[in-house]
């Protein structure tokens, strides 16, 4: 599973939208009753490409099934989300 890049977000501080490309990781597998669930976690922390205001994402995914996105959590510091993250499954 990854994330459709680019990620969209707005500088809180200059209103700027940025670009992000992040990658997701898988951090962690558990058997279930249907088979595996898997952990995954994307991380950005940098400056705006406009104003240099600290930006930091990091969004969580859960996979259960695998191959179906279960869950997913962002978290922002000094940005907004433009538009939500798309998931894409790798061949």
């Known amino acids: 599973m990854n994330i459709k890049t680019p990620y969209k977000v707005k500088c809180l501080s200059c209103g ?31 400056c705006c490409s406009s104003c240099g205001n600290p930006i930091a994402v990091q969004i969580e995914l859960w996979e259960y099934p695998e191959g179906t996105v279960d869950a997913y959590a962002v978290r922002l510091e000094g940005a907004e989300e433009i538009e939500k993250p798309v998931f894409i499954q790798e061949i």
């Open 16 to 46: 700027s939208e940025n670009l992000i490309a992040m990658e997701l990781e898988c951090t962690g597998s558990y058997e279930r009753t249907i088979g595996l669930e898997l952990e995954h976690l994307a991380t950005f922390d940098d």
